[in-house]
């Protein structure tokens, strides 16, 4: 018999309860002793004006078992059942010969049938066996000749044969039906507890997903802080640098309005405006360019450049305004020197450096922008003999917020043009390095991969 036949017999796992599919078991195994033991009295030509008797009772097990089965009628089938099988043991002990037959066998058989109730149900199974047992032998002793004796010996020895050998086949039975219904409930929880296991793992990695995702939106929320806190300083630092010059330039502008100065001084003046504008411009163009960097991300579109040809305005703009500090600014890059890079990212790293180069280099000092072509990259270098830097200040020099600082002549700034530098040659996946020794100048290497 296949599983599957069983659980045809017994009910779907997901639908039956385990009371209910034990229940059917037991209902199963009575219908089948009770009818093979008719086979058997027919076999033997023994009490068989009573197999009507006991097909009703088989109808009546049927019926409790399709009460359950299908109708849902649990409870009306438990009593059913076990009238059924008091019935059937109350009859067999009168008509097969009472205490000296075969009946006491299938009353140990039918204690069998308690595994297959619930536990309220095989109690009142229990106590109807005992009490029915006690009861039939005490009434024999009283009532002796309410017994029918087996004719012969030879039907004695057949009928209880027959019996032991139910009460061994119900044993083997019941069991082989246990252990197949523990398997399907083993093999059902086995299912189940995989599917709960999935379901925790899943759980589990949704959580640390979970986990995760808090993590990095802490350490964008962070991110954000410190970069609301670095524009708000920035503002505030360009605020106060662009007040001062626009300051002078309007003070200026009304003393050459009044006709207030002579030639000499108004040429100085017209020298500091220009001094004070191109300063005022780098700054407004760097802020410009983060403002867009901050909003649009960092966009790049490399393409092989002639360095000279692409710097030629910028290093134009860059010797007007270092003239004004008698600096020389060398462009000593060889003519046919290209690079892979974006064009406007170029020039305004170019400008930033050499601008800065001004800035902090002596009067009448030389800065020179020198290149050299490797195989890994191609380099630019922006070299001055200016105040230089610490090795504390180069450590930290692309790091923390954008840090204003002054230049030999008291050039103000804001710091932001390194950053910006730092922020395009790194989109570009190239380095910039930076040499410096106090009192001996800097050195600025940026350096594009081929």
Known sequence: MKPRFVQRILGPVDKFSFDARVLHMGIVIFIGILGVSIIGNHLIDYNTSFTLWFGGIILLATASYLASRFFSLSVLAKVVFVSCVLCTLLICWFIFAGHDGATPYYIITGTLLVW?????????????????????????TQRPDLVIPYPNEEIKFWDTAMAQMLVFMTFIFSNWLIRSQFEQTTKRNDEHYKEIKAQRDQLEKMKRELEKNQLALEKRNNELMVSNDQKSRLFSIISHDLRSPLSGIQNSMRLLKMNALDKAESDKIFSL????????????????????????GCSIKPEMLNVRNTL?????????????KNIQVECNIDHEMHVNADSESLKLIVRNLTMNAVKFSHPDSIISLLGSHEVEYTEIRIADKGKGMSADQVDNLFEGDAVPSLGTNNEYGTGLGLKLCKAYIEKHDGHILCESSEGEGTVFRVRFPN
Not at 117 to 127: D, G
Not at 277 to 285: A, D, H, I, P, R
Not at 312 to 324: D, G, H, M, W
Request: proline share 0%; net charge negative; charged share 15%.
């Open 273 to 296: 405006l220009d001094q004070d504008l191109t300063l005022t411009m780098g700054m407004l163009e760097n802020l410009l360019s983060w403002s867009i960097m901050q909003i649009q």
């Open 116 to 140: 297959f109730l619930a536990r309220k149900w095989a109690i009142a199974l229990t106590i109807g066996l005992v009490g029915s047992y006690v009861f039939l032998v005490f009434f024999e």
């Open 312 to 324: 030629q305005e910028t290093l134009q703009l860059v010797e007007s305004y270092a003239s004004n």
